[in-house]
């Protein structure tokens, strides 16, 4: 009960007999029971206590589970593996969505290179080989819009 072997209840107890005699131990050893009781029946109370007013769905309820750790995890497992799963989704949507925008992003620099490598391209043809071409007014009409 109180983790303790043979040999250290024997050591106490013939420390017990040192220390008190033969004729206060077998007095001091109905105390200590008497105190064990007690402690032991208020444990009991405070449980059954708990239990009656935090309702029917806590009756497995035990004084271990008055831990934070333990009470959360004995009659909350459900909702935090349900809060695990939904973290673990949205951290793999987010990392869809990011290989999604670097993908649109490494396309987009592609089609531009493209489209100036064209521009250039046809700015050499129109523009007798030069790399610089000046941009062509286009008409715009005012009443139209």
């Known amino acids: 009960m109180f983790g303790i072997d043979a040999v250290e209840f024997v050591l106490l107890l013939v420390l017990g007999v040192i220390l008190f005699g033969p004729e206060k131990l077998p007095v ?28 029917p769905e806590f009756g497995d309820l035990e004084l271990k589970d008055l831990n934070p750790k333990s009470f959360v995890a004995k009659h909350m497992s459900a ?56 941009p062509v007014a286009v008409p715009f009409d005012v009443e139209a819009t």
Do not use: M, P
């Open 79 to 134: 909702e935090i593996a349900a809060i695990e799963e939904a973290r673990r989704d949205v951290t793999a949507a987010g990392q869809s969505v990011k290989t999604t925008v670097d993908e649109a992003a490494a396309e987009a620099k592609d089609a531009s290179k493209a489209a100036k490598a064209k521009q250039a391209t046809d700015a050499q043809a129109l523009g007798g080989g030069s790399a610089t071409a000046q």
């Open 28 to 55: 001091f050893a109905r105390k200590a029971a008497r105190v064990v009781v007690y402690v032991r029946d208020i444990a009991n109370n405070a449980q059954t206590q708990l239990r009656d007013e935090l309702g």
